[in-house]
């Protein structure tokens, strides 16, 4: 069963709809939102899952993890999507209508992880890099990890560049084992 | 720790330096994970059966490409991928590494030797585990024979190169004894130059069963030109779905380097089992006996990979999806010979994976409890059981002499069934039983003793020229030891000698006939 279907079609008609209502921009904040709350609350999927929990319930969770006022469409669509029985579907929904989103207003996302908080200086160099790759509006992200250990980690899109530490001592790793793909 | 401007220099330093096709890779987010299968949002570029690799280095495979949505199933360390973990793809297909060290060894399903005898020696070469079998122009026909040095199978389901013989039974009636026992046999081919490699692919099986297996083979001297790839019952599902193929990419190393391999799976209604598993998981719509539609095309594909390749070295080094690094190896003339084992329910062959098997291969071994209770061992029921193309391959004194023994034993077990509710027997149906039950002794071979073909041939001449009619049917073990310890001792230069080259003349049947009517006087009834 091809999956991404289910999320596909909700979220364009999400975005249709919220473009209709002139709320296209607060819902992508407010999928924004939801995602960074879900990436860090892995137990949020399985409780979205679980049928003990009543469908109102769930509206409260999804709305909590927004962690704002979601606006009269979203909670709308929300409110669909539980009566639907697809609210485990809502993260994949969300990834989705954020990539709807920046596809149709030309937006390119840009993480970057490092080891330890860039110098501004040193931030600017990256964005005027990466704003040479791309003719998009760029929206950046900076995140720190010090598991990385030193250098970065760039994503543009779904591509991305890895000059961390880490990934160096592990190929220096691999070589010296001899173990490749 | 690194200062700031350290690391700002070193970004300078590498932002110069980057090739920003090369340097970037695809990545995806671990959406959710689960009984070995992680669903992945992103990398849109990936290929089916492309290997990924997760943030801390387990890699998976992604077997199902949706729009949004990428089903990767992870062979090993299920329980080390967590939701959120980044994913990225790396270009390479899933692959073993083969080479000559293999031999002797026992592998996993990613080649990773799991016998405690350290790294795997040697040049090794990385192969995909999934490969387009040779194609129509890129073959030869089967007519080389595979001895298996079971008397039954060599007479009446022979076996040639490049030949693919189910092995099907219930548990516990000898299947793997007939692999195992034919692994055994290739021992003389090892020893005059000549070798056929042997794989054993163990899926799914007990860990303890595979070490009594290995052992076995040692003890034999089978291991030095075998090689035991396990996915046994504990490891994942995905181990288990690509031991065979694993299998079928250290055979086809042999096979186009213009040399002979025998690849057995053991058993094939495990890998339908485990990749049934993996097809669920991965919510693929359900069939028959909830195996996924494709369950058909996983084994044909799979079986199609043992071939006869063409002897002509120019048109099989342009074979179709040869991998690079084969390429300068390539030679015509080898083969792959596939032993693939089914087990039934029941004896229940009309089974939904047991009916597609028999359909793909080129006959069947079928191995009957009853049988095997009775002491007719290997169980083997020779009214359903077939070989559909050996006959070609084999030698000329064994096809003529053991041409009709396969009817007549069936005719004769038909019979026998008949005079079970007793009344009087005429006198050619008695011979006929007497003659039957007679051979059918003659055919009872012990575990792991493989015989020669010459002496193979002179028994079953005995058998089917009816020289045992005056042999006692409890001496007919006893017969066959005294007839052919004066074979070897008497007659090894005019009789078995010529026997292994395939001539059978006038002169040799009389001395056969001559020392089968002195040992039938010794065990009269």
């Known amino acids: 069963m091809d999956e991404g279907l289910i999320a596909r079609r909700y979220a ?4 249709r709809y919220a473009l209709e209502e002139k709320v296209a921009e607060e819902v992508y904040e407010a999928m924004k939102a939801f995602d960074a709350n879900a990436y860090s609350h892995p137990d949020l999927h399985r409780a979205l899952g679980n049928p003990m929990l009543a469908p109102e319930k769930k509206e409260r969770l999804i709305v909590a993890a927004i ?3 979601p606006g009269e469409a979203l909670l709308k669509f929300i409110r669909l999507l539980i009566t639907n029985h697809r609210e485990t579907y809502m993260r994949l929904i969300s990834f989705v209508y954020q990539k709807i989103y920046r596809e149709a207003n030309g937006i390119v996302k840009v993480n970057i992880l490092t080891a330890e908080e860039l110098p501004a200086e040193a931030m600017e160099r990256i964005k005027a890099f990466v704003k040479r790759q791309t003719s998009k ?10 598991s990385i250990l030193g250098g970065f980690i760039l994503q543009v899109g779904s591509r991305q560049l890895d000059a961390s530490l880490r990934k160096e001592l592990k190929d220096i790793g691999l070589k010296l084992l001899g173990q490749g793909y | 720790m690194m200062k700031a401007n350290e690391i700002s220099d070193i970004l300078e330093m590498q932002l110069k330096e980057v090739d920003v096709r090369r340097d970037f890779e695809e990545v995806g987010t ?10 992945v949002f992103g990398l849109e570029g990936v290929q089916a059966n492309e290997l990924v690799e997760f943030e801390n280095g387990v890699r998976g495979i992604a077997m199902n490409l949706e729009e949004s949505n990428v089903g990767v199933i992870l062979m090993t360390a299920e329980d080390r991928v967590k939701e959120n973990f980044r994913v990225k793809r790396t270009g390479s297909i899933a692959s073993i590494k083969v080479g000559e060290g293999l031999l002797g060894r026992v592998i996993n399903t990613l080649g990773d030797p799991i016998d405690g005898a350290g790294p795997i020696q040697g040049d090794l070469i990385q192969l995909p585990l999934d490969r387009k079998a040779p194609g129509v122009i890129y073959r030869q026909p089967v007519k080389e024979p595979l001895q298996t040095g079971i008397k039954a199978v060599d007479s009446m389901i022979p076996i040639g190169r490049g030949q693919r013989e189910l092995i099907i039974g219930d548990r ?5 004894t007939i692999a195992v026992d034919t692994i055994i046999n290739q021992r003389k081919n090892f020893d005059k130059g000549d070798p056929v490699y042997c794989i054993y692919v163990a899926i799914g099986q007990k860990a303890s069963s595979v070490a009594m297996l290995v052992n076995i083979l040692r003890e034999r001297g089978a291991m030095d030109y075998t090689v035991v790839v396990s996915a046994s019952a504990s490891d994942s599902a995905a181990m288990r779905y690509y031991a065979p193929f694993a299998g079928a990419a250290i055979g086809e190393y042999f096979r186009d380097s213009g040399r002979h391999a025998l690849v057995v799976y053991d058993d094939l209604s495990k890998q339908a089992v485990a990749y049934r598993e993996i097809s669920l998981i991965l919510r693929r719509p359900s069939g028959r006996e909830a195996y996924p539609g494709d369950i058909f095309y996983l084994h044909s594909r799979l079986l199609e990979r043992a071939a006869r390749i063409i002897s002509n070295d120019e048109v099989a080094a342009t074979m179709n999806d040869l991998p690079d690094v084969l390429k300068p190896m390539v030679k015509g003339g080898g083969s792959l010979t596939a032993l693939p084992v089914i087990e039934t329910q029941a004896g229940d062959v009309s089974a939904y994976i047991p009916t597609n098997v ?5 006959g069947q071994i079928f191995l009957e409890t009853g049988l095997f209770h009775e002491g007719i061992r290997p169980a083997i029921n020779v009214g359903i059981s077939v070989s559909r193309v050996g006959g070609n391959a084999q030698l000329k004194p064994m096809k003529k002499i053991a041409g009709t023994l396969k009817i007549d034993q069936a005719q004769y077990r038909e019979l026998e069934s008949f005079s079970k509710f007793g009344g009087d027997m005429d006198p050619v149906t008695a011979m006929v039983i007497d003659k039957g039950r007679k051979n059918a002794r003659l055919l009872i071979q012990p575990q792991h003793a493989p015989m020669l073909v010459e002496e193979e041939i002179a028994v079953i001449y005995c058998g089917t020229k009816g020289l045992l009619k005056d042999v006692a ?5 006893e017969f066959e030891k005294f007839f052919l310890d004066v074979l070897r001792s008497h007659h090894r230069e005019d009789v078995l000698m010529p026997l292994s080259k395939g001539v059978l003349d006038d002169k040799m ?5 001559k020392v089968a009517e002195d040992a039938a006087q010794r065990f009269k009834e």
């Open chain 1, 137 to 146: 509006a760029i929206e950046f992200v900076h995140n720190v990890d010090s």
């Open chain 1, 67 to 69: 962690g704002r006022e």
């Open chain 2, 358 to 362: 028999i359909s793909i291969t080129d």
């Open chain 2, 172 to 176: 516990q009636t000898g299947k793997t």
């Open chain 2, 30 to 39: 671990v959406m959710e994970v689960g009984d070995g299968v992680a669903h």
């Open chain 2, 509 to 513: 049947s009389a001395v056969l006939e």
């Open chain 1, 12 to 15: 364009r008609a999400l975005y």
């Open chain 2, 473 to 477: 049917l409890a001496r007919v073990a």
